[in-house]
């Protein structure tokens, strides 16, 4: 029996189908998904400190201690600053439920002058009022500490991956009958560092400007802002505006709509600059992602595993990227619509 190959449309259907399947059996399990991801890839950013020191003849368990010992401050200094930052601001907001009635006060004054009728102004006012306001900040922080809270589970799986990292490097290193999959990951790997490395130093250079610019203008818990930029700096294309808007509403709050548009100001022009002009220089092509992409993967990895998935988005897209795509030596067509670049032609 001669074989027949399966109709282009068919493929195309099924395979469709199984990634529908897939991600929403993903995103059932999303609390245990999320942080095994979250752990592989903090293990491969501090992969090249183990590299380091295996080089340099260090012990077996200093190989394994170091680089989980560096991952495990970050995350608890992390985890420390936001709690106590979050404490600060659930006992700051209540107070300002007084501004808040003045400011009300005041744009009714302003819209009763300007010919806006009492009945659209009281349905607008019944629909924005001070407990809806605070109750947004007070989920947008919450939604942060959701992603690190199964820290115990996090640092199980980053102990028991530090563990076996020796071992999986010299498998991968050996290449077995996959060399293309072997190949694949070792770019994976290599992108997400770079990613992580330039994400990060961007998104410190942005923490820091905007603390400073919040603490000129006297807006409450500027390092709580600060924090918060350089969380919402690996949330490609949204993260910015995520990151505005609690200190935004805050200052509104606190000083009227001039502070408020002040921030917004200082905001744009420090992270706009940084993030969309002098941040893609840097990163390159190290994400091999097109914009469409990036943003079509912050949609649908936000989708599966929440909050998490979108700090993961760029790290999960190249992983799928390294297991679907670049592992085939035939998909380079599927490659080059991904990252928006023209295949080489050979």
């Not at 985890?79 to 107070?95: D, F, K, N, Q, R």
């Not at 380079?332 to 050979?346: D, E, F, K, N, Q």
């Amino acid at each position: 029996m001669s074989d027949q190959s399966m109709p282009r449309t068919l493929a195309i259907l099924l395979g469709m189908a199984c990634a529908v399947v897939t991600l929403f059996g993903v995103r059932e399990v999303a609390s245990i998904v999320g942080p095994v991801v979250l752990a592989l890839v903090l293990v491969v950013a501090v992969a090249p400190v183990r590299d380091w020191l295996r080089d340099h003849k260090a012990p077996g368990w200093i190989q394994v201690a170091v680089p989980f010992l560096i991952v495990l401050l970050v995350l608890l200094a992390m985890v420390g600053v936001l709690t106590i930052s979050a404490t600060e601001l659930a006992s700051l907001l209540p107070a300002y439920t007084n501004q808040f009635q003045q400011l009300v006060n005041n744009a009714e004054h302003f819209a009763t002058t300007h010919g806006i009728s009492n009945a659209q102004l009281n349905k607008l006012i019944q629909s924005f009022d001070p407990a809806k306001v605070i109750g947004i900040l007070q989920s947008l922080l919450s939604s942060v500490l959701d992603v690190l809270s199964g820290l115990f589970l996090i640092v199980v799986l980053l102990l028991a991956m530090c563990l076996d990292a020796p071992v999986t490097a010299k498998i991968l290193s050996s290449g077995g009958d996959k060399p293309h999959l072997v190949t694949a990951l070792a770019t994976f790997a290599h992108k997400t560092r770079r990613y992580l490395i330039v994400s990060t130093i961007f998104g410190l250079i942005c923490a820091v400007l905007d603390v400073a610019a919040l603490s000129i203008l006297e807006v409450p818990l500027p390092f709580l802002w600060g924090v918060l930029a350089l969380i919402t700096n690996y949330i490609p294309n949204v993260g910015f505006v995520l990151g505005l808007i609690p200190p935004a509403m805050l200052a509104l709050l606190n000083g009227g709509v001039k502070q408020m548009l002040l921030v917004i100001a200082a905001y744009c022009v420090i992270n706009v600059v940084i993030q969309s002009f002098i941040q893609p220089k840097f990163l390159g092509d190290a994400v091999g992602l097109s914009t469409t992409m990036t943003f079509v993967s912050l949609v649908v990895w936000a989708f599966v595993l929440g909050p998490l998935g979108a700090l993961l988005a760029i790290p999960l897209s190249l992983l799928t990227r390294a297991l679907l795509v670049d592992s085939d030596p035939n998909a380079r067509w599927a490659a080059a619509l991904i990252s928006g670049t023209p295949p080489s032609r050979t």
